[in-house]
């Protein structure tokens, strides 16, 4: 069996309150299960409560052992680090994965720095698990007992990495932080930048990278999308590296995805205002089906929401 469960579904900052007690107020975090295999996706804040579930059950029965992607070292995504209980337990053993930005840096080094005096007073080498880090890019990896991770590129302010886990012809796939490639080259004739070979090939370049990402997401069981905006706040957020639910159900639809899970929501969301728009775009779906469109499972990430692929 092949899912996911949800432990921070935040974007940019934790959000604790009263307005987030639905959804959750952690950052990015996920636990992914491939029948006794666990995968960890992110370390945000939502690896604190995710550590101390770990401890409590998959512990008594034998040393934790996980493989843990990271979509990319911006804050929120690896914040948690210091406070995942199981780092602290000698027989714990962690694969960290994910990539990085300049290739002078490594993941240890940039997870590390976390781990300094100035910030917290526990040291990377007091950390009593056995850890090993990779760097990363694209990539098809096996990761024994049946279950294989392929890593997309996607676009985002720094290097970002898309991830598909298939397992026993299931599979599940994350994709955020994100926003379509689009051209950089000025397209306005009037423009004293212009160049039309420069604007035209800017042209195919996007269409071939939003091809790619579309092909990455064929098919899959479920999605966990990027949806920060919507498509009218996007209009003055473009470059910023986020999606919107509309971008997310329109490429679901194009991938003839099965569940869409929309995901790292905007910290000043509240839930009254997440419920909103989880019933709107619900029904714009349920509407758009019966018009024949292909319509995957709608869902919004909660934390806790379990979901098999």
């Given amino acids: 069996m092949l899912s996911v469960r949800f432990w921070g579904v935040r974007g940019s ?11 959750g107020g952690n950052t990015s975090c996920i636990e992914i299960r491939a029948d006794e295999r666990l995968v960890i996706v992110d370390l945000g804040t939502g690896i604190r409560p995710l550590g101390d579930w770990l401890m409590a059950h998959d512990l008594k029965e034998g040393p934790i052992n996980a493989d843990i992607f990271i979509t990319h ?4 995504h690896i914040m948690g680090f210091p406070v995942f209980s199981p780092m602290f337990v000698p027989t714990s053993k962690f694969h960290i994965r994910g990539p990085v930005s300049y290739e002078d840096e490594t993941l240890m080094s940039i997870l590390s720095q976390q781990l300094s005096y100035r910030y917290w007073p526990v040291r990377l080498h007091e950390l009593a698990a056995q850890i090993e880090y990779s760097n990363i890019h694209e990539t098809s990896l096996d990761l024994g007992k049946g279950l294989r991770v392929i890593t997309k590129h996607l676009n985002h302010p720094i290097l970002c990495l898309g991830y598909r886990f298939e397992y026993q012809g299931k599979s599940i796939v994350t994709a955020y932080d994100f926003e379509p490639y689009r051209n950089i080259f000025p397209t306005d004739r009037n423009d004293p930048d212009y160049d039309e070979a420069a604007a035209r090939e800017g042209d195919a370049t996007a269409r071939e990278e939003n091809e790619r990402v579309l092909k990455f997401f064929e098919g ?21 590296g986020h999606s919107t639910f509309e971008q997310a159900i329109r490429a679901a639809r194009k ?12 910290p000043n969301r509240s839930d009254s205002q997440l419920e909103e728009l989880e019933g709107f775009y619900r029904d714009q779906i349920r509407h758009e089906a019966t018009a024949g469109k292909w319509a995957p499972d709608f869902l919004m990430a909660r934390e806790g929401l379990t979901i098999e692929a």
């Fill in 220 to 240: 899959s069981d479920v999605l966990i999308y990027d949806t920060h905006y919507t498509d009218a706040e996007y209009e003055s957020k473009k470059g910023w």
């Fill in 255 to 266: 991938a003839m995805v099965k569940k869409l899970v929309c995901f790292h929501y905007d």
């Fill in 13 to 23: 900052i934790p959000c604790p309150g009263i307005n987030t007690v639905v959804f």
């Fill in 73 to 76: 070292t911006h804050w929120d």
